[in-house]
């Protein structure tokens, strides 16, 4: 269905300085074109915003790497300062996780995505994103706030990112009923399944 884009709304998402657009729902006596599973449309945004995350999120470490070999104190770059070597391995461990996540959520055979896996994907690349976003302000500084420097940029979509079509709590919920489910097996035999099964 086609709508006009005057119908559209810019409203906050609750990031600062972030914006979204809002559509109105169209007429429920309108027919529809097509039907859809209940909860396809959330996993598919799932999908999208994990992928989105994790190329987010490597770009912020590429950018707080980047800042640390170049910003000089006490003579030498801050990057060779263990305390801020130790901040980096953390954040990598996160951007790899988020990124294999993406893969894991994106995987599949069908035109929708698996729930199941959209759900460990999303959960996975959400949970990344508050300790990758304090570590990258860390390691700038007071600089990495400021509307001049990109980092901001980056950091906010991730916020805003984090939270749509399901925070991190919210994916928790649903993999934690899904494991209730069927209570006889143990949660390691069942995330290998549910893997295996949706690949």
């Known amino acids: ?13 609750g990031v600062h300085a972030d914006l979204t657009m809002r559509l109105p729902r169209p007429d429920a006596t309108a027919g529809a074109a097509f039907e859809l599973a209940a909860g396809t449309l959330r996993s598919i945004g799932a999908c999208l915003h994990a992928a989105q995350m994790a190329g987010a999120l490597s770009q912020v470490m590429d950018m707080t790497l980047q800042y640390a070999n170049d910003r000089l104190q006490f003579g030498r770059a ?25 893969q894991i959520a994106c995987e599949g055979t069908g035109n929708t ?15 990344a994103v508050t300790p990758v976003a304090a570590i990258a302000h860390a390691v700038h500084g007071a600089i990495g706030i400021t509307e001049e420097f990109d980092l901001q940029l980056y950091t906010r979509r991730l916020h805003a990112w984090r939270v749509a079509d399901g925070s991190e709590r919210w994916w928790s919920r649903v993999l934690g009923e899904l494991a ?20």
């Open 1 to 13: 269905m086609l709508l006009p884009a005057s119908l559209a709304g810019a409203e906050p998402t």
């Open 180 to 199: 209730c489910a069927e209570p006889s097996r143990g949660a390691v035999e069942l995330v290998r399944q549910w893997c295996e099964t949706a690949a």
């Open 113 to 127: 995505p698996d729930p199941v896996r959209a759900a460990i994907g999303k959960l996975r690349a959400s949970d």
């Open 78 to 102: 801050i990057g060779k300062f263990q305390a801020i070597q130790h901040q980096i391995s953390e954040m990598a461990e996160h951007v790899a996780a988020s990124r294999l996540a993406a």
